[in-house]
């Protein structure tokens, strides 16, 4: 019979490769790495002897046909079970969520828990070439959890695929529903960014620790230059990383067994994980996020805090947009004293795919082992603003058990109020709700997008009928909130918006 038990963290590793490395490393080499170092740090040689459940955050600048099962074999571990998940920023507390509830029934003694990507060495591999160590790029033969598309068909006509474009889309948004002007918006962005690169600067894992000002990062320049109004290049995600994390759970019985000194041991008290409304075109609002707010609210609940009992954040942000969603959602301040990240963000820490939050994670148990008062809540993100998962640790384990839990209602409640599909022809008075300016290589505006609604309520989407001039313009005086003329387009088979 299986013997239920508490799951609780014991171990944790984190590496970031060298950017002039001589034999960069591939994703796997990368976790193997930490994962040894994830086990040593437990203090217990016999950890891995027992470790019979593998989890994986899918890798995206490598592929392989059985990724977990070629780790195992090079940590020499047997698992009765290995898990690959599907993509998204989500995945690193989901299988913390996964393997806690494993564990709690009894299903799993030592679960290893990992993830890494080698994107700067990919790149760099263009011009060097791939170290011939490298196992064969093969697709991967199965995945775990929600593989569904992020953008839907009509979405792609309106390009609507670039992060950098679709979170600048949701930012101008929110600016529009604070009733920001640009100007006092933009300082905003600087607080954010800056105080993000700050916490990266003291992080001897971050990829970036040159530590600018909010005010460098989010001024346009030669090697600045905009993407996607009103992010500039430094206010992204950085994605040509290479970095890798790995954490051990087991139960309390197995770490009391095995001698793991107990000022190792943080607790995961409480998880969820939802979605918003599945494509983003069809959510009531572009600058907010239900998933966060319902899956926080679930996961606090196990745990038995509150959000004041808190003392640190570790918010998911591939671009300032996403904190301020979850600051919303969570009913804290920008200037909360608490912070709102313990590694420096996607952007400055470095954006490792779908593993960063793995590294926030790492951050957490290190900040509760220092100061074992600490309460972490932590999140992830997948796709756009879409899939959502919420972490709360600890040093004692949470009100409530890791038992199965049905979410159900309230993910049912949140898709109850998906919109219609956008509007494939329109015509008519549009007033805007979002929009944005999409910059070329150099720089230069070379086309905008616009999300509004009908005066029958129904949402469009269209291509801004305009020139660089006008584009420009809509970087200084806010588009949001006027009325423009959208047509179709039969030829271009688009709506297009046009100021006249």
């Known amino acids: 019979m299986p013997r239920p038990d508490i799951p609780v963290l014991v171990g944790l590793g984190q590496h970031t490769q060298a950017r002039d490395t001589e034999n960069p490393l591939d994703p796997v080499g990368l976790m193997a790495r930490t994962a040894r170092l994830a086990f040593a740090d437990t203090g217990a040689p016999a950890m891995g002897d027992l470790c019979d459940s593998v989890w994986m955050v899918n890798i995206m600048s490598w592929s392989y046909r059985d990724a977990p099962g070629l780790l195992c074999r090079e940590l020499g571990v047997r698992p009765r079970d290995t898990h690959y998940m599907a993509l998204g920023g989500d995945s690193p507390q989901v299988i913390v969520n996964k393997a806690a509830r494993a564990i709690a029934r009894g299903e799993t003694q030592v679960a290893l828990l990992a993830g890494a990507e080698s994107g700067y060495a990919v790149r760099r591999a263009r011009t060097e070439g791939i170290p011939a160590f490298w196992p064969p790029w093969e697709p991967p033969e199965k995945e775990e959890g929600d593989t569904r598309d992020g953008t839907a068909e009509w979405e792609l006509r309106y390009d609507l695929i670039p992060p950098a474009y679709v979170y600048a889309l949701f930012e101008n948004a929110l600016r529009a529903a604070r009733g920001q002007s640009i100007h006092a918006h933009r300082k905003s962005l600087a607080k954010i960014c800056g105080r993000l690169s700050r916490t990266a600067r003291d992080n001897p894992f971050a990829w970036d620790r040159s530590g600018l000002s909010g005010e460098e990062l ?212 549009l007033r805007v709700e979002a929009y944005v300016i999409w910059h070329d290589p150099k720089g230069v505006a070379e086309k905008g997008i616009v999300a509004g609604r009908l005066g029958d309520g129904r949402r469009v989407l269209a291509y801004l009928d305009a020139g660089r001039e006008l584009l420009e313009r809509f970087e200084r005086e806010d588009l949001a909130g006027y009325t423009l003329r959208v047509r179709f387009d039969g030829e271009r088979e688009r709506n297009l918006a046009s100021a006249e």
Request: proline share 8%; aromatic share 8%; hydrophobic share 40%.
């Open 218 to 429: 989010v001024t346009p320049s030669a090697q600045n230059r905009l993407a996607g109004f009103p992010y500039t290049l430094r206010m992204c995600a950085n994605l040509h990383v290479d970095q890798a994390a790995c954490v051990v759970m087991c139960g309390e019985t197995v770490a009391s067994a095995l001698g793991v000194p107990p000022e190792k041991w943080v607790y995961p008290m409480g998880g969820a994980s939802l979605t918003n409304v599945w494509h983003l075109s069809r959510r009531p609002a572009l600058y907010d996020s239900p998933a966060i707010k319902e899956a926080a609210a679930l996961a606090l609940g196990q745990a038995g805090l509150s959000v004041e009992d808190l003392t640190c954040f570790d918010l998911y942000s591939c671009f300032p947009v996403v904190v301020q969603m979850a600051l919303d959602a969570l009913g804290v301040s920008m200037d909360d004293p608490r912070g709102f990240s313990l590694t420096g963000g996607l952007p400055y820490f470095g954006g490792p795919g779908s593993n960063y939050t793995l590294h926030g994670i790492c951050e957490a148990m290190g900040r509760i082992r220092r100061d074992p008062s600490a309460k972490a809540l932590v999140t992830g993100l997948g796709w756009y603003n879409t899939k959502h998962a919420v972490g709360i640790y600890g040093k004692r384990p949470g009100k409530h058990s890791w038992e199965e839990r049905d979410d159900s209602l309230v993910q049912a409640r949140i898709d109850r109020e998906t919109l219609p599909v956008p509007v494939e022809k329109a015509e008519g008075p």
